[in-house]
């Protein structure tokens, strides 16, 4: 066979593999970007029309974006990857590193414009043919001096930014120095730019805030000091402007912000609202944290406050008073999370509203007690909807998600309604804000609220299908499947099940099944998914709920339970058929975009055999390939990736996925390594790119070097973690066992965090695995129930309580569960070689657990090695890690597995005194 002939993947293929990071259609859909990203090295950005004809192809390029009317496209592009990587050899600083420049092109005319030295870009999100950028001037050291005592002087200046408005089809630039910020109207009307002073002791005359009228080009100041300038925000029309902005001294420990105003026909921007305008509580303020918004007609001005925060005292000495963290048992959050969020929680703020034209009285909708609020999408209600779960939160050391109540709140008065209570689930409001509405796991019920008439009625009453997740296998209240919309004007709101989108009359008067019911009856899950979403437009306001126009057919995306496969269907919901295929297929999609005014899509297309390119389609049946990367891939034996089933000791269905060489031959033996977390077989066509890896088992590396990988699915029974992966992880290796072309006694297991628990468990169960690799595996449950997750500071009750380890009871009410569940106390029987991998920054699993699995095979005289990534978290981030860690695992399973010679680092280690010297490869460090 030619695939016979193939190379087998190495450590120097990773680098160059490609993938298709990003992607945009334009709104008329004439033109298309992608960027193809090599994992180590330069990108490129590809110009296409529709017809798939390249227009230009700019290496280095990122962050790229459509202009509002479609006619330009705009990106970053990076200095060479060399030159960024010879720098920071150099250990530059930040001003003396290499500086990306901006590219414009003109789709129509093929133009290419460069500019150097770009710090940052914007452009309109709706419209508008402007765009602004920053650039930054050479160094200090870069910079040339002249002869003249004037020319030394500015040499010595630091050296300011400098902003650029720039008009697209002429190239016409006016430029404003000093600018450390700027702002477009949504409209593309009006930009508003923040000016530094010239020097630090100059006067500050001309530091402020500037409007500039972009159809007159008339720029003026509108607010006049150097200042700390926040939340700009425009009216839909861009005749109204607010911001906050503190003006006291940099050096000041007490911050003053105000809330100003501007319309045009004013001389300067006023301030609306201050720390003793009536509405604002006494010893609260103008925050500078949240979004100041106009609603859409303009009338309403949204903004946040917070009581005025206490400031330390600077004349104590500091090591006179004890550094100390004080834990209460009455506080709501440990101190742990406490400290993790501190900044969050020092710009804690709460919602207020003022009308602008009325007399500017604020009205606070939110404080201490009442937290938490959500505004409609145009704003204008007189509700704003409100949660609290403030008196429940200490119950979330041991359970996932605090109960909330719900209330409403005038924006009239301030006055509040509470409309629900203990509610434990999602809570959202609709898009006219007429409705609030809400998933409760206590019942796995859908409850809708209509403000206006003050009535709740319950959704899914009578109905024989459950919208709670029927897979929920945690001693936990199961979570719904979610919103997948509304239709116009909140008539309907559609909800998800498991396989079925049904609509209900929110006022609870109706309900239909929009997808007829094939979805369960053919184990496909049915979803709506918003395709014009994030396409190609940067700085693009997060939307609101999703409104679908029901009266028109509707795409749907699918996926078959059964076999895997992925499509699309489209569906007419009020008449009461089955969706209607487009397509299926052995696939995986992904990047999925509509232009918006016309029926042409891109997506990416992938198996594991297949790169996820990209490809253009009118009807997602018909399609062109626009990209082809990985050509490589072609001079590796790579791989084929199959579904199995078998059935369990106790009878249980399993099924897993089962990777096997290209060139794989049914009369050889090979060796097997089960990589599992949870469930892995819907993935079946996920495409698996060779990459270092983070600390799991990079599956197309050790397809291609020889190896076969399954992949099974694990279901659980509550209390029994343990017995559940024995019960789907050694059965399906038993039943591989079975097959002629298996090396029955060379078999291995690996997995990370949940995965690394497992195979710290099984060891302890069998013998039948030559080798074993546990990343951050807890091993002692008895000892890691109190612990702390250091990422978030939270305690890890609720993990074994509620969560995924399963136990379902507290320690002291069945400790015999978290002994069985514990291999620590199982160690004694292990016979397999194992390394684990631990790092003294995980956040997730505390590194001790690693130790604790450690020092005790140790003192068993077992074989058994850890590895501790300095400074690395729960997964490895820095890619040289990864690359170390990538090497490793290869050469423990082919010496352990492959009969290899051992490398220096499994046969004697790496001494403390060589750390840094000496890796322990076996192929003399190279």
Excluded: C
Excluded at 261 to 282: E, F, L, M, N, V
Excluded at 440 to 450: A, G
Excluded at 596 to 608: A, F, H, M, S
């Amino acid at each position: 066979m030619a695939s016979a002939q193939k190379k087998s993947l190495d450590n120097s293929a990773y680098d160059g593999w490609q993938s298709i990071s990003a992607s945009a259609i334009s709104k008329d859909g004439r033109f298309i970007y992608y960027i193809i990203t090599p994992q180590e090295g330069d990108s490129e950005l590809v110009v296409t029309t529709a017809q798939n004809e390249q227009l230009v192809h700019i290496a280095r390029a990122t962050n790229a974006s459509f202009s509002p009317d479609g006619k330009f496209l705009i990106s970053f592009i990076k200095p060479f990857y060399s030159e960024i990587r010879e720098a920071k050899i150099k250990k530059k600083k930040p001003d003396e590193m290499p500086k990306d420049s901006l590219a414009i092109f003109a789709l129509e005319t093929s133009e290419l414009y460069k500019i150097p030295r770009v710090k940052s870009y914007k452009s309109p999100a709706e419209a508008g043919e402007y765009i602004a950028f920053i650039t930054e001037p050479p160094s200090l050291k870069d910079s040339t001096a002249a002869d003249s005592n004037e020319a030394k002087r500015s040499v010595r200046k630091k050296p300011q930014p400098t902003l650029h408005v720039r008009h697209l089809t002429s190239s016409e630039e006016i430029t404003f120095e000093r600018v450390d910020s700027y702002f477009f109207s949504d409209n593309g009307k009006t930009l508003v730019y923040i000016r530094t002073p010239e020097e630090k002791d100059s006067i500050f005359a001309d530091a402020g805030l500037y409007h500039l009228n972009l159809p007159t080009l008339e720029s003026k100041q509108i607010s006049r000091g150097k200042g700390e300038y926040k939340n700009i925000a425009f009216d839909k029309t861009a005749s109204q402007l607010a911001f906050t902005a503190d003006k006291s001294h940099e050096k000041s420990l007490q911050k003053n912000y105000n809330l100003y105003y501007y319309t045009p026909g004013q001389d300067s921007a006023i301030i609306i609202a201050h720390s003793a305008t009536a509405g604002i509580p006494t010893g609260w303020e103008v925050s500078r944290a949240g979004e100041v918004r106009f609603s859409k007609s303009g009338e309403k001005l949204y903004f946040n406050i917070a009581p005025t925060p206490r400031v330390k005292d600077t004349t104590l000495v500091e090591f006179e008073h004890a550094n100390v963290d004080i834990w209460h048992w009455k506080d709501d959050y440990l101190q742990t999370q406490q400290l993790v969020n501190l900044k969050r929680e020092q710009s804690r703020s709460y919602l207020a509203v003022t009308y602008p034209a009325k007399g500017r009285k604020v009205i606070s909708l939110a404080d201490e007690q009442v937290p938490y609020t959500r505004i409609s999408e145009d704003a204008d209600n007189e509700f704003v909807l409100a949660t609290t779960d403030v008196g429940r939160r200490i119950e979330t050391q041991w359970q996932t998600g605090a109960f909330q109540d719900i209330y409403l709140v005038s924006t009239l008065s301030g006055t509040r309604k509470k409309i629900a209570e203990n509610i434990r689930g999602s809570i959202s409001l609709s898009p006219t804000g007429n409705y609030a509405i809400w998933f409760n796991r206590s019942d796995s019920n859908w409850y809708s609220h209509d403000i206006r008439q003050d009535k709740t009625v319950l959704l899914n009453t009578d109905l024989p299908v459950s919208f709670a997740d029927e897979d929920n296998d945690v001693p936990d209240a199961p979570n719904g499947y979610g919103i997948a919309g509304w239709s116009e004007g909140d008539e309907e709101v559609l909800i998800n099940d498991k396989y079925d989108i049904w609509a209900f009359r929110v006022d609870g008067t109706g309900r239909r099944l929009i997808t007829n019911g094939a979805g369960r009856s053919n184990k496909i899950t049915f979803r709506y998914r918003d395709l014009t979403e994030d396409n190609g437009r940067m700085f693009r306001r997060a939307g609101g709920p999703t409104v679908i126009d029901t009266k028109k057919p509707t795409i749907l995306s699918a996926f078959n339970h059964i076999s895997k496969e992925s499509g699309w269907y489209t569906t007419l919901g009020r008449n009461n058929r089955d969706p209607k295929e487009i397509t299926m297929g052995p696939y995986r999609y992904g990047q999925v975009k509509r232009a918006e005014d016309v029926d042409q899509y891109i997506y990416t297309k992938e198996n594991y055999a297949s790169s996820p390119d990209l490809y253009l389609s009118k009807d997602l049946l018909e399609e062109t390939k626009l990209s082809s990367i990985n050509p490589q891939q072609q001079q590796y034996n790579w791989g084929t990736a199959e579904l199995i089933r078998w059935t369990t000791p106790k009878g249980y269905a399993a099924e897993g996925i089962l990777y096997k060489p290209e060139d794989f031959d049914p009369n050889k033996k090979y060796p097997v390594i089960a990589y599992f977390y949870e469930t892995l077989s819907d993935g079946l066509y996920n495409y698996v790119p060779p990459t270092p890896t983070p600390s799991r088992l990079n599956i197309s590396f050790f397809v291609s070097n020889g190896y076969i990988v399954l992949a099974p699915d694990i279901r659980y029974e509550i209390g029994y973690p343990g017995r559940s992966a024995e019960e789907y992880v050694n059965s399906g290796m038993e039943e591989l066992k079975k097959q002629p072309w298996v090396d029955s006694g060379k078999l291995a297991i690996q997995g990370q965090s949940w995965g690394g628990y497992q195979v710290a468990h099984l060891i302890t169960r069998t013998d039948m695995y030559a080798a074993a690799w546990a990343g951050a595996p807890v091993v002692n449950m008895t000892s890691a129930y109190g612990g702390i997750r250091w990422e978030s500071g939270m305690n890890r009750q609720f993990q074994y309580e509620h969560t995924q380890s399963r136990i379902g009871a507290t320690l002291w009410e069945k400790p015999e569960l978290y002994i069985e569940n514990s291999p620590l106390f199982h160690l004694p029987n292990v016979s397999t070689p194992v390394v684990i991998m631990h790092n003294d920054e995980d956040g997730a699993v505390p590194w001790y657990q690693g130790i604790e699995m450690f020092t005790a095979l140790r003192r068993l005289q077992k074989p058994v090695w850890l590895l501790n990534y300095n400074g690395e978290a729960h997964n490895l981030v820095q890619r040289q890690n990864r690359k170390d860690i990538q090497r490793r695992q290869l050469e423990f399973f082919d010496h352990f597995l492959k009969g290899k010679s051992a490398a220096p680092w499994i046969e004697n280690g790496v001494p403390a005194i060589l750390k840094g010297i000496d890796w322990g490869f076996g192929d003399q460090n190279n």
